[in-house]
């Protein structure tokens, strides 16, 4: 079995108005934020639960493996909270 980083947006094949990813013995790799858990789907970072019926991941051989990544809204709210952190040391 061979692991392959899935491009979405190019490699997902529509059915019936529905994305899904091919059914191969591939292993998809998607990115997922280690903080509030939304997964990259296209070019948005959505729920998982809406993620897993959108590309139909149950239907795949062996389930995606979840690369770890920091969606832009936590990664900002984690800047956020590094800035206020490193204002109060100085004060």
Known sequence: MTETSLTLT???EP???VARLPRV????VLDACSIC???RYESRWIEPGIA???MRTF???SPPRLQPAICE???AAL???RSRAEIARAA
């Open 10 to 12: 190019s490699q997902l």
């Open 15 to 17: 059915r019936h108005g």
């Open 25 to 28: 013995h591939e292993v998809a």
């Open 37 to 39: 858990l939304s997964v």
């Open 52 to 54: 897993i019926r959108a």
């Open 59 to 61: 239907e795949l051989d």
């Open 73 to 75: 809204r936590c990664a």
């Open 79 to 81: 800047s956020s909270q």
